[in-house]
C-alpha cells in the first residue's frame, strides 16, 4: 500500500477527498452546537476555543454550520450527479446506439441545452420556479446531464461498428445485452473522470444559486447561503465569507485533483509502450 | 425453401445498392457445402465484404435470398477490433456459448457447466495457454487475437465460419501459422469455410473452389486446380500476374 | 563508392536495442528489398537514415554515409536540403502525406519553389511532366484539393512528388501495406518506372516477400534488430541459408505447388 501511494502520488489525493467527505459526513452529527440556535449575546465573537471558527450575525456557531452545511452542500451536489447520470447515460447509450431519426431529434435537444450557458440556464430556471433546494437540485440536473449524454454517445458511435459488437450481434445478443455486456464498460472510465470534474462545477453551482438567494433558504446551513448571509458583515467580520469560502474553495479543488488522477489512471491503458 | 441437407448456405442472385449509389453487390449467387472452403477473392471494393455481411445477417440485401442451414460464425480481419479491449478474454471467448441459446457442441460436451474448463479447452485447439484467460486484449499479440476469435467462432460447432480477411493485417509467418491452423481445424471438426482474401495465394492455399469478385460481380467461378487453366477471366489473370513475373 | 553505406548502427530505446549492429550498402539506382516482420527494426533502419528517428529513439554508434557526407553529424540545415532533394521519402500512409486544404498544385509549387530556382514556367512544365509520367491529367490534377481525388491517384501524386526532384535515393516504407495486391503491384509498377527513368536507388522497406521476388535486386533480411542474411535476389530465393529466411519463404503461400501445410517451422505449444 505505501509503495503504491509512493508510485502514483496522485492517490493520497484521492485517499484525502474520501476521508474528507467521510470526515464531514459524520462529523456532522457530532458538530459542537446546534447549528441554527440564535444568541443574540453572542453575535459576531471572533475565533476561540469555545467557538472554534467564531460566532455569526446570529451568534451562530460557524464551525457547527459549516460542518452540517457540508452535509446539505456535498450531499445535494452528489444527488444532482447521481441524477445527472442516471438521465444522462441511459439516452446516450440509446440515442448513440439506435442511432436514425431517434439520435438526430435527441442530439437537436442536446444542442439546444447546450447552446446557452449553464449558469445562466440555471439561474433562469430556478428563477422560474422559485426559490427552494428542490427546484436548484431540478435546475442544475436538467443543465448536466447533456453532458454525460453526449459523452456516452460519442463513444458508442465509435465503438457500435466494431467487429467484436457484429460478432455480439451474430451470437445472437440483443441491443440491451450488447450495451451492458461491450458498451457500459467502454464508457464508465471516461463518465467517471467527466463526474469527478463536474462535482466540483456542482457545488459552485449550488453555492453560487444559494448565494443569489435561489438554493437553499435560511436558517438552512449552506456554503452558498452562508456567503450571502455574511456579504452584510464583510468589513466588520470577515471571517463569515472567508471560511465557507474556503470550505468551497478546498473541496471543488479536491474533487478537480481527483478527477485530474482518474484521467491518468484511465489513460495508461491506452498508451502503448515502446514502438 | 429447404436446401438440400449437405448445402450450409446458398445465396441467390443478392443485389445491394448503398445509399449513396454505390453497387455494393450485383447478382450474385453461391453455394457453400458441408466441409468445403469457398475462396473469395477480389481486390478492395470489389464487394467481398458487404457479401459477407450479408451472409450473416448482419446487413440485408434489396434483392435475393440466402438460404442456410444452422449457425454462422465469423473471423474478422482486424483482430484488435475483433476483441472487446474492456473483456477478459474469458468472457469474449465465451460469449457465443454464454448465450445459452446454443447448446454446448458435442466435442465440448463432457465439460458441461464448467465454463473455465470448457473456455481452456478451447484455447488448448489454437496453441493458446489456459493462464490468459484472464488478461486483456493489449496483453496479446495480433496473432494470439486472432487464433482467439478463432476459438470463439468454432465453440459453437457451426455450420458455416465466414473468414473476412483473416490474415491481412498479420505478419507473414504469422498468417502462415493462422492458416494452417485454420486448415487443420478444419479437418479434424469437418468445418465448411468461406475465405474472402485480396490475396489469391492465401485463397487457393486454402480452397476447393475459388469464386473472383469484380465490382459486386462474382466473373467466374471455378476448381481451384483450374487457377492456371488458358480460359481464366482477365480480372483472374491480372491478380495472378501480382504475384508471378 | 557506394551511395549509401550503412554501418556498425545500432539504435536503442532505453535499454533495448531496436536495430543491432547493421550494415547496409547501395549502389547507385540500385533497387534492394529490406524484409522483415514487424519489430524487425526495418522501418527504425529506415527512418536514422533521413534523422527522422522520434526522440525516445537514439543512434548509439555507427555511420551513415550518403555519397561520402556523414549523415548522423550533419548540421540540421544541410541535412534537410538533401532529405528534400536527394534522399525522399514514401510511407504506408498517402492521404497523410499531402496538406487536406491546399490545392495539388500548390504543393507541388511550394515544394519547387524552396528547392530549386526555377522560374515560375519552369516549375509548371516539370509538375505537368511528372504528374505526367505517373498517369495523372496535369491540368486536372493541380486544381484539386487532396479529398477530390480517389484513393489511388492520391497515390500516384504522392509517389509524384517524391521523385520530382529526382532523388538519387528513394526509401519506401512499407508502401504497399494497407493496399491489396492489385494496387501493390500499380504502385510498385509505378515506382520501377521512375527509378528506371532517373536512375534514382530504391530502399524498399517490407514484410511480403512475394513482392520482392518480382521487384528487388538485392536484398537484406532483418530480424529482432540484426540483418540475418543478405544477398542478391536469386542467392535469397534459390539457396537462402538463414533457417529465418528459409522460414518466411515457406511461409508464403505459393500458387503452384501448393503443398497441404506451409512449412513455418511452428510447433504446437511453443511459446507463441
Known sequence: MNQFLLRHPKSIIGLLVVSFVLMIVSVSYIAPYDPNHVTMKERLLPISSEHWLGTDHLGRDIFSRILVGARTTVGTSLLILMCSLLIGIPIGLFSGYIGGRFDRVLMKIVDAFMAFPDYIFAIVLSGLLGPGMFNLIFAIVIVKWVGYTRLVRSTVITEKHKEYVLLAKINGLRSFQILKKHMIPHIMGNVLVLATLDLGKIILMIAALSYIGLGAQPPTAEWGSMLNEGKAFFYNAPLLMVIPGLAIMLFVLMSNLLGDYLRDKFDVKSKKVGI | MSIPSETVIEAERLSKRYKCGHLALDDVSLTVKKGECLGIAGESGSGKSTLARCLLAIESQDIGKIMRNGTMQAVFQNPSASLNPKLKVIDSLMEPLDGGKIAYPSFLSHFREDRRKTAEFLLKL???????????????????????????????????????????????????????????????????????????????????????????????????????????????????????? | MPLLTISNLSINHVDSKIVDNVNLELQAGEWHALVGESGSGKSVTAFSIGRLLPSELEVQSGSIKFKGTELTSLAEKELRKKRAKEIAYIFQDYQGALTPFMKIGKQFDELLYTHTDWT??????????????????????????????????????????????????????????????????????????????????????????????????TVSVMKHGRIVEHGSKKEIFESPEHPYTKQLLASVPPLRNVPHRLNTGYKKEEAI
Not at chain 2, 489469391?200 to 462474382?218: D, E, P, Y
Not at chain 2, 471455378?222 to 481464366?232: M, P, T, V
Open chain 2, 126 to 245: 489454437v496453441d493458446i495457454p489456459g493462464s490468459y484467460l484472464d488478461a486483456y486484449p493489449h496483453q496479446l499479440s495480433g496473432g494470439q487475437k486472432q487464433r482467439i476469435s478463432i476459438a470463439r467462432a468454432i465453440s459453437v460447432e457451426p455450420s458455416l465460419i465466414i473468414l473476412d480477411e483473416p490474415t491481412s493485417s498479420l505478419d507473414v509467418s504469422v498468417q502462415a501459422n493462422i492458416l494452417n491452423l485454420l486448415k487443420d481445424l478444419q479437418e479434424d471438426f469437418g468445418l465448411s469455410y468461406l475465405f474472402i482474401s485480396h490475396d489469391l495465394a492465401a485463397v487457393r492455399f486454402m480452397s476447393q473452389r475459388i469464386a473472383i469478385m469484380q465490382r459486386g460481380k462474382i466473373v467466374e467461378h471455378f476448381a481451384s486446380e483450374e487457377l492456371f487453366s488458358e480460359e481464366r477471366h482477365p480480372c483472374t489473370q491480372q491478380l495472378i500476374a501480382v504475384f508471378e513475373s
Open chain 3, 120 to 217: 515560375k514556367s519552369e516549375r509548371k512544365e516539370k509538375i505537368s511532366q511528372i504528374l505526367h509520367r505517373v498517369g495523372l491529367q496535369a491540368e486536372r490534377t493541380l486544381n484539386s484539393y487532396p479529398f477530390q481525388l480517389s484513393g489511388g491517384q492520391v497515390q500516384r501524386a504522392v509517389i509524384a512528388m517524391s521523385a520530382i526532384l529526382e532523388p538519387k535515393l528513394l526509401i519506401a516504407d512499407e508502401p504497399t501495406t494497407a493496399l491489396d495486391s492489385l494496387t501493390s503491384g500499380t504502385v510498385l509498377d509505378l515506382i520501377q518506372d521512375l527509378q528506371k527513368q532517373t536512375n534514382c536507388a530504391v530502399l524498399f522497406i517490407t514484410h511480403d516477400l512475394r513482392l520482392v521476388k518480382k521487384y528487388g535486386e
